[in-house]
């Protein structure tokens, strides 16, 4: 499994400097007594997606990572979305317009269920924006749902909380978004951790 390296790569142009700081910004400026949700996007449509939302004024969150691409005659550092067809959105249901979201090119729409979106807990939105931003190597897998659940207690990740789990001869702790199906791992020491688990083995 290939692993990517997140955040502001040593010699990268101020292009793509611009674009991951731009995201950590949005993120900071989250309005109060709002909710996360998670937006369907087509097919490579995420980047222009967050752009137009960001022209009307809707708070998002689009994670990105960077990384390089050998091409036949160069090597190129690019950035992508994290969650390839997601990004997020925070709104208040109650008074802000859905319509307006939905009506935005490349956005097909709310993930949640037959009573309407569902909103994402703040903590694990928040431990994605941490890893990115900490610069430490990580991955995207499908969704665990298994192994110990621990927090971090110590380094730059300390508050996180994730589930531990085995990858080769790696430990990896698991931080996951269960709306969307997807988890982000990210290497620890089992000794920067503690168990959250009654029972711990």
Request: proline share 4%.
């Amino acid at each position: 499994m290939s692993q990517l390296k997140y955040g502001i790569a040593e010699g990268c142009g101020r292009e793509i400097q611009e674009e991951l700081q731009s995201m950590a910004c949005k993120f900071d400026q989250a309005p109060c007594g709002t909710n996360w949700y998670a937006v369907w996007t087509r097919s490579r449509q995420e980047k222009v997606a967050a752009s137009l939302l960001d022209a009307l004024g809707v708070h998002h969150f689009l994670p990105m990572k960077s990384e390089w691409r050998q091409w036949s005659d160069r090597k190129q550092l690019v950035t992508t979305p994290l969650f390839a067809g997601y990004l997020f959105v925070r709104m208040n249901l109650a008074i802000d317009n859905r319509l307006q979201v939905l009506k935005i090119p490349g956005i097909a729409g709310f993930v949640g269920n037959s009573t309407g979106p569902s909103p994402i807990p703040d903590h694990q939105i928040e431990s994605i924006h941490t890893v990115l931003k900490s610069k430490v190597e990580c991955s995207v897998l499908p969704l665990f749902k298994e192994g110990e659940r621990v927090r971090v207690v110590r380094g730059v990740l300390t508050g996180i909380e994730g589930k531990l789990v085995r990858i080769s001869s790696a430990i990896r702790l698991v931080i996951s978004v269960e709306l969307i199906q997807k988890s982000l791992t990210v290497n620890v020491s089992p000794r920067d951790v503690l168990a959250l688990d009654r029972h711990v083995a």
